[in-house]
């Protein structure tokens, strides 16, 4: 039986492939905080020493607190990527990276061939452990996610129905446009890159794109809230990271290697509404 080691295996996202991996025919090997640090390379080693397909899901995702957190968020998102990608070199692996590599303003459907402009310190980390990645003789797939929900992690679904339990009324901004991408698919398209082995950058996320905004007032309908939300500008809710404002991926690339249509992040976001 193959086996895919999961670095980052307890996140949002790993959780979820891992269940997926589970239930096909895979052995599963999860490696995560506080016993796996993927900044130690003998732990990268021994993850690495079992396993016929590393999937790494680890990062430091606090996007604001990396603006002060620098070396800690570099070390996580670039240098340990370089470390792995050693450690890997006759393996096949696929790394996840991130809609904040860009920092388009423009209505362009961004492809990989864009180029990337990160605005914040998260995007700029991103972006160097895809370059180091790429640099490497490892074979690899680099998997840009963006606007990513799931069970296991804090995330834009799971904020906004807490600040509507909080609040009388919602104010959410409706200049930054993406896909909801629900993990559960992110986990489909890893698989199938694992089964094909494909190599190269990618995008990938779930069908249409929307406005935070748009999608805040789907959720609230979707869950029956009747709360009064208004759109406002990113420039009203200042943050220490700035976010682009345009994630609007062409996932034209990987559709010629899934073997499943993307769902329409309509679809997904429903189903997942139902289970929470
Ligand atoms: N969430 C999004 O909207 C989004 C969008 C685009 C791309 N992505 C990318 O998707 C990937 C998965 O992220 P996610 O959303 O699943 O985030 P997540 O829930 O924060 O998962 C990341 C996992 O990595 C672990 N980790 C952090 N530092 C580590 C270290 N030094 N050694 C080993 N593990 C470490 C975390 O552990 P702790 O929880 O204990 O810190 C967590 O389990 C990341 O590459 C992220 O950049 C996410």
Request: net charge neutral; proline share 3%.
């Amino acid at each position: 039986m193959k086996k895919i080691a999961i670095l980052g295996g307890k996140g949002m996202l790993g959780s979820d492939l891992a269940k997926l991996a589970k239930s096909t025919d895979y052995e599963v090997l999860i490696f995560d905080l506080p016993e796996f640090n993927i900044t130690r390379d003998a732990d990268i080693r021994n993850a690495v020493s079992n396993a016929d397909f590393i999937v790494n899901c680890a990062a430091y995702t606090a996007v604001d607190k990396a603006e002060t957190e620098r070396e800690a968020c570099r070390s996580v998102n670039a240098l340990a990527v370089e470390s792995l990608a050693k450690s890997a070199k006759n393996k096949y692996l696929i790394h996840i990276s991130t809609d904040f590599v860009f920092g388009d303003e423009s209505e362009n459907i961004l492809s990989e061939n864009d180029m990337p402009k990160p605005l914040s310190w998260y995007g700029s980390t991103k972006l160097e452990g895809e370059k180091l990645l790429q640099a490497s003789d490892c074979r690899n797939a680099i998997v840009r996610l963006q606007w990513t929900y799931g069970t296991h992690g804090v995330n834009f679904i799971s904020k906004l129905l807490e600040a509507a339990n909080r609040n009388p009324k919602l104010k959410v901004v409706g200049d930054q446009t993406g896909s909801p991408t629900w993990t559960a698919d992110a986990a489909r398209a890893i698989m199938c890159l694992i089964k094909n082995q494909t190599e190269g950058l990618y995008h990938f996320a779930d069908n249409g794109y929307a406005s935070r905004y748009e999608v805040a007032k789907f959720i609230l309908l979707e869950k029956k809230i009747d709360k009064e939300v208004s759109s406002c500008s990113s420039a009203d809710f200042p943050t220490p990271a700035k976010r682009p404002k345009n994630s609007r991926f062409n996932c034209s690339k990987i559709d010629g290697v899934l073997d499943f249509k993307r769902p329409s992040w309509q679809e997904s976001m429903s189903e997942f509404l139902r289970q929470i």
